[in-house]
């Protein structure tokens, strides 16, 4: 395992190093525990003194390997996997956030995180202030209060496909004391590595491009472990933790504090743990993705430039595109591409999208993304049918919309699928 590796060697080596006569790849542990020949054995692990597994719910061989490769790939290091993006992200930001308290994000961001976020942590009583990701330094600044403890946003938006002036992100978190937290689903470790960019800790989506075959839902949680938790702003890693007889995070694990934390505290209590056999399809997954990235990145610019010039097509919102207002912090942040998600407004409105998505024989009907297989959606029709259309509107879902998640499949394929539903529509 070397973090010295180009990252297509580290994602198909990661950290898992076999002895002799033992399995090639990381076998499925199916196995919740773990056997012991002391109590003193035991004693020790649950005082953290040892960093054996103990019992699935907290870690997991199988799914070690996975937190390793992720780790590894983003420059991190240490990573938690989780049952899903969602409960990464909620893990992420309760690890430093509680009752009382408050973080900043950006707010073009995925709508089950917009939701966790407006109705979800509110409730638990973390308040969220939501910005123009375009706001100047000192507008952002201006929403931070004493007990704020974490700025959040995406590398690349979902759905808008803003990308992230990480510059300005991470000066305002370094200004104001807080750590950086990114969703950097979209864009994954190939095409985008936040913490070189001044991020402090890295979420995923697993489900996405990480699975990429649409096997399985989940999600991680990547430290940087450059973030400095002493100063008094972040008492939970710093004061004793009654729940392991008194024991500091930052004393005991150093750079790891934070991660190290997530797990032996909000994994052991809120159990959104990974099945082992979904963490052995996301570090398959991770195996193939720089090939997999490069080719959603180039077939996703040579649709959108085809879709661009069509007469049936009124607009393209793709950041690798030179006419996108992205432009240029694509070029800074995403110089090896831009992913494989982007949007489109098709002429004729609701019903020629309806129409469109019908139509299409190649790319299939789908509400998902990443996927090596290629996926349509018309939100108007589907996920936010039940907004009226002056609320779509609002949300960024205009009638004539339809989302795309370019596939792997050859570009000669997909133009001509996509042509076809075009004249369809
Ligand atoms: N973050 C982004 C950018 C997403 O697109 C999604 C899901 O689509 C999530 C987080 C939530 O992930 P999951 O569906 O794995 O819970």
Redesign the pocket.
Known sequence: MSTSWKIETQAVQGTYAPKPTEPRIPAICQSTTYKYDSADHVARLFDLDLPDHMYTRISNPTTEAFEGKIALMEGGVGALATS????A?ALAIMNICQAGQHIVTAGTL?G??YSLFANTLPKLGIEVSFIDPNASIDEIKRQFRPETKALFA?TIG?PGLNVLDFEKFSAVAQAMGVPLII?N??PTPYLCRPLEHGADIVVH????YIDGHATS???VIVDGGRFDWTGGKYPDLTEPDASYHGLRYVEKFGRLAYIIKARVQYMRDLGATPAPMNSFLFNHGLTTLPLRMERHSSNALALAKYLQKHPKVAWVNYPGLESHPSYALTRKYLAKGASGVMTFGIRGGREAGVRFMEATRVIALVVH?GDARSCVLHPASTTHRQLSEAQQIASGVTPDLIRLSVGIEHIDDLIADVEQALQAS
């Open positions: 899903s993006g969602q409960a992200t995925y089950g995180t995406e979902n969703d689903t979209f989506s697993a489900t996405k839902v989940g999600g993304v």
